[in-house]
C-alpha cells in the first residue's frame, strides 16, 4: 500500500493490515467478486465517454479562472483572503463577541467566541490550558495552531500512476462537485485525469458526474443505476492504466455507518481495488458537510473504522457558521484535512493550512502586530 504519511506510518499501516484481514469478505468471496467484476468489465453496460486524453490540456470551453501570480511570501496571504471570504459567517458571529479588535483578550472572551465558532469544549479546554487571563496573539496562535500536529503529514511527491482516490460520504455532502474540483485541480496542473462513476445506488449520481465530466472534458466510465459498482472501479483503473493517465478518482454511493448493505459493499469496493492495481486505491478521502459542525465526526470515525480513511474534504464553510468544527474534526480523528470548498464552481477548492486558517480567524480579533 502506498504511504502518504511522513508522521504516525506505523499507525496507518496497523489500520490497512486490520482492514485486509476483515472477516466480513472472505477470500472465497474475494475470488467470487473479481469473477464477477471480469465478466462485468465484459457486460456492454459498462460504458467509456471517452473524452481525448490529449485535449485535457486544452483551453476550458468554460469562463478562464482568474490566475494569480503567488510569491512564495504572498502564498499564505491568497489562503488567508480565502479563509476570510469562506468564514464569513463564523467571523461575524465572533465579532459580535468582539466588535473591537485588542492588542491582548481575556481568557473567558477567547473561549466565549471558539464556543460560538462550534469547537468542541473538550478541545479548548486542551488549548487553553495553562494561557494566562490576559491572552496575546502570539501565545493562542501557538496553542491553535497546535491543534493540528497529530495529524499525519501528506506526502505527494512520487505519486504512483495511476494514483487512485476513493471518495466516501454521504448523500448531501457535496461528493460528487468535490469530484469534478479534484478533476479541475489536477487538469489545471497538467495532469491527466479518469473519474468512475462508483455511485450506482443513484442514476442522479451517475448523471450528475457525467454533467462534469463532459463540462471539464475528462473521460468517465459508468453503468447504469444498479449495477455492480466494483466493476465501475475497477474498469476506471484499468483504463487508467491502458491510457496512461495519471489521477484515477472514483466515486461511491453516499451512505450512513449504519447501512450494512452499502458497507460490505464499499469494502468490496476496496478490495477490487486492489486486485486492479497493487495498492490501490492510494487515498480513500472522505467528504464532510462543514455545515454539520462537529456532528460530522461521528460519521467520519465510523467509515475510518469500516476502511481507514487517509483525509477529510471539507465542504460548504461559506454556509455555516462552524468554521471551529474543523480543530475538532483534525484533532479528534487524527486525520489531515485535505482541502477545503466553498460555492459550486468547479474553481472552489483549496489546499488546507492551518497556519492560514489560524491567522484568518485571529486577523479578525487580534489588532495588527507592531
Known sequence: ???FFKKKKEVVEEVIVENQNDDSVSYKEQDEIFKATEEALNDEN???????????????????IEEKSITPNSEDEVKKGFFSRALSKTFDNIKS?????????????????????????????????????MISRKELRHRLVMLFEHAPDVDL???????????????GAGKTTTIAKLANRYKKSGKSVILGAGDTFRAAAIEQLSTWASKIDVPIVK?????????????????????????????????????????NE?????????????????QKLMILDGTQGNTAIA???????????????????????KGGALFSISNQLELPILYVGVGEKQEDLIEFSPDAFVDSLLDNIYQEEK
Do not use: W
Not at 464499499?266 to 492510494?282: D, F, Q, R, S
Open 266 to 282: 464499499l469494502k468490496k469496493i476496496v478490495k477490487v481495488c486492489g486486485k486492479a492495481v497493487t495498492g490501490a486505491p492510494h
Open 46 to 64: 459498462i460504458e467509456h465517454i471517452e473524452a481525448p486524453i490529449e485535449s485535457q490540456d486544452a483551453n476550458e470551453k468554460d469562463e478562464p
Open 223 to 263: 453503468t447504469k443505476q444498479g449495477h455492480d459498482a466494483s466493476a465501475v472501479a475497477y474498469d476506471t483503473i484499468s483504463s487508467a492504466i491502458a491510457k496512461n493517465i495519471d489521477h484515477a478518482i472514483i466515486d461511491t454511493a453516499g451512505r450512513l455507518q449504519t447501512q450494512t448493505n452499502l458497507n
Open 157 to 171: 511527491d512520487n505519486l504512483p500512476s495511476p494514483f487512485v482516490e476513493l471518495i466516501i460520504g454521504v448523500n
Open 299 to 321: 460519521q467520519a470515525q465510523a467509515f475510518n473504522e469500516m476502511v481507514g480513511i487517509d483525509g477529510i474534504i471539507v465542504t460548504k464553510l461559506d454556509g455555516t457558521a
Open 1 to 3: 500500500m502506498f504511504s
Open 97 to 133: 463577541i468582539v466588535p473591537q479588535k485588542k492588542e491582548k483578550l481575556q481568557f473567558d472572551v477567547i473561549e466565549e467566541l471558539l464556543i460560538e465558532s462550534d469547537m468542541e469544549y473538550e478541545i479548548i479546554e486542551k488549548a487553553m490550558n495553562g494561557l494566562p487571563e
